[in-house]
Nanobody, 128 residues
């Protein structure tokens, strides 16, 4: 049984930083690309960042480029999202997501529809 457990999140002032973590069990972690997806109230889910199996290649939504950093530790079976220079528009529920494709080789265009297993979601609130 695959389990995706998130931690982190919370309330921060605009310009501040937060870090999200996500630990996955029940599958071979290093065989799957990972991602972070967020959903703001009243809006569709938005892919924020993705990382390839090795962790060497990353993809970011334009809205977070230069401010967020995704990383993974395959030994710890954990991925992270470091969020800096947070803005009020970054608020929402952030979900850790696991790719549905094992050992994916094509990453261009990867998106939320490619994700299968999801964490419970962590709330991020940014005050102005």
């Amino acid at each position: 049984q695959v389990q995706v457990v998130e931690s982190g999140g919370g309330l921060v002032q605009a310009g501040g930083s937060l870090r999200l973590s996500c630990t996955v069990s029940g599958l071979t972690f290093e065989d799957y690309a990972m991602g972070w997806v967020r959903q703001a109230p009243g809006k569709d889910r938005e892919g924020v960042a993705y990382v390839t199996l090795s962790g060497y290649i990353t993809y970011y939504a334009d809205s977070v480029k230069g401010r967020f950093r995704i990383a993974r530790d395959n030994y710890k079976k954990t991925q992270y999202l470091q969020m800096n220079s947070l803005k009020p528009e970054d608020r929402g529920t952030y979900y850790c997501a696991v790719d549905r494709t094992v050992r994916r080789t094509a990453f261009v265009g990867i998106g939320t529809d490619d994700m299968d297993y999801w964490g419970q979601g962590n709330q991020v609130t940014v005050s102005s």
